[in-house]
């Protein structure tokens, strides 16, 4: 079993810049990937930025150049840079862990139990 605790949240303008903090704690050592995921009201959650034990690291397209996402082993930790916030940024953040084999973010199957998230951590940007 693995905890996931999100922080970092908050009102921010538009422009404006705020970092997301994920502590993962409890079977960290089975962890391979670490994501963070965003949703909005009526719509799918959606894959943010993620990053893989090795480093290799993956963004939604609306987010690249603005985003940055980075781990610390030591601390179990993973982190969201955000940069250059939009309205459309707006949205509750998610942190997810991934404990299975690590295949470079290909949708897994319905039903796939080897993955974690956290409770979400609500992101507001105003124009």
């Known amino acids: 079993q693995v905890r996931l605790v999100e922080s970092g949240g908050g009102l921010v303008q538009a422009g404006g810049s705020l970092r997301l903090s994920c502590v993962a704690s409890?079977?960290?050592?089975?962890?391979?990937?670490m994501d963070w995921y965003r949703q909005v009201p009526d719509k799918q959650r959606e894959l943010v930025a993620g990053?893989?034990?090795?480093?290799?690291?993956n963004y939604a397209a609306s987010v690249k150049g603005r985003f940055a996402i980075s781990r610390d082993h030591a601390k179990n930790t993973v982190y969201l840079q955000m940069n250059s916030l939009r309205p459309e940024d707006t949205a509750v953040y998610y942190c997810h862990a991934d404990t299975g084999p690590f295949t470079g973010w290909v949708p897994r199957p319905r039903g796939y139990e080897a993955d974690y998230w956290g409770r979400g951590t609500q992101v507001t940007v105003s124009s």
């Open positions: 409890g079977g960290v050592y089975g962890i391979t990937s």
């Open positions: 990053i893989s034990n090795g480093g290799l690291t």
